[in-house]
């Protein structure tokens, strides 16, 4: 059987990885960003020897960078990723699932249907695939800004956009202390769950925990909206427990105050790997003017992601609540 063009991707960002991995001495991930920068620049970095270069050279004769859609580049990347994150077990080494990020991206697709050119922000990037699969999926001008504090991410983050031509503006911080960026029209992201351990940062929040760390998740939150414009969107990837448990009055204050609920959008638990790792999807219009809530906020059950025949029956359902809801 013939290859994919992802397949073929994913074998050579594979095999190039292993390459410098075995000559550098380098973790898989940090192998992979310099695979990527080499297909990127077509040529290896002036700092590797002789060897690892002449290797290096010898992959890019085997691959035409042009015979690969953004779409293609975007899968293999993920594939390769996911490869090297089985080997690490550092928690926030985690990637949005497919399924899930084109859903989000249909989200902020109809909620940015009546804008001629959007804004978008994620505070906790990563490896950048969820901004670029909605990025891909909105077809209209896009200035996109994202922030991540892992080094290693932010690198396979920012290479990744330049392969697929996704300009997109990477800040290298913690993404709760204060951005050099104005707010934006849509906040798309898949928050950290946890806590956060910087309580004096933290003591700057309306969400943080009256003692002890305050979660994360709150505090993303909590941000995001500070970064969103007056009536703009956030679609949001948060716990299942986020309104359960200790401090969550809190939340429906906070929210209340600054937000109207547009809709949740239950996940299939299948999606996940636990229980307790589940997450729904929650969509904000953050208060502003002439803004006002929907009659009736769009409530979802997701079937399960490998059900084609229930997802076209909710995504019917939902593209019928969009029309009302633009009316």
């Known amino acids: 059987m013939e290859k994919t063009k992802v397949e073929s991707l994913f074998e050579w960002l594979d095999d190039t990885t292993k390459i410098v991995e075995q000559h550098l001495n380098e973790t898989y991930l940090d192998s992979l960003i310099i695979a990527m920068e080499t ?5 290896a970095d002036e700092s590797m020897d ?9 992959a890019l004769e085997k691959i035409n960078l042009n015979d690969y859609h953004p779409e293609d580049i975007r899968k293999a990347i993920q594939f390769t990723v996911l ?3 089985k080997d690490t077990t550092q928690q926030q080494h985690l990637i949005t699932p497919e399924a899930i990020a084109l859903i989000l991206g249909y989200l902020v697709q109809k909620l940015m249907k009546n804008y001629e050119n959007i804004r978008i922000f994620d505070p906790a990037a ?35 956009a330049n392969l697929q031509k996704i ?39 309306e969400l943080k925990a009256n003692e002890g760390h305050s979660f994360a998740h709150y505090l993303f939150l909590e941000q995001s909206i500070n970064y969103t414009n007056p009536g703009g969107y956030l679609v949001l990837m948060v716990p299942n427990i986020i309104f359960d448990g200790e401090d969550a009055d809190k939340l ?25 790792n589940a997450k729904c999807i929650l969509i904000l219009q953050k208060k ?16 399960s992601l490998k059900n084609s025949h229930a997802m076209e029956d909710v995504l019917g359902k939902m593209n019928e609540w969009f029309t009302n809801y633009h009316k």
């Open 252 to 276: 429906h204050a906070f929210l209340q105050k600054n937000a109207h609920i547009i809709g949740v959008l239950q996940l299939p638990e299948s999606a996940f790997k636990s229980k307790k």
């Open 83 to 85: 490869k090297g994150m």
């Open 167 to 205: 300009p997109i503006e990477f800040f290298h911080q913690d993404s709760l202390r204060p951005f050099l960026l104005d707010p934006v029209d849509v906040v798309v992201s898949d928050f950290p769950v946890g806590y956060y351990p910087d309580d004096i940062r933290a003591a700057n929040f």
């Open 50 to 58: 002789d060897i690892l270069t002449h290797k290096l050279h010898t």
């Open 39 to 43: 297909l990127f620049y077509q040529s």
């Open 126 to 160: 990563g490896t950048g695939n969820l901004i670029t699969t909605v990025i891909s999926q909105l077809k209209k001008p896009t200035e996109a800004y994202a922030g991540e504090v892992d080094p290693t991410l932010i690198q396979l983050g920012v290479v990744s």
């Open 288 to 303: 502003g003017k002439n803004t006002e809530g929907p009659k009736q906020p769009l409530l979802v059950q997701l079937p």
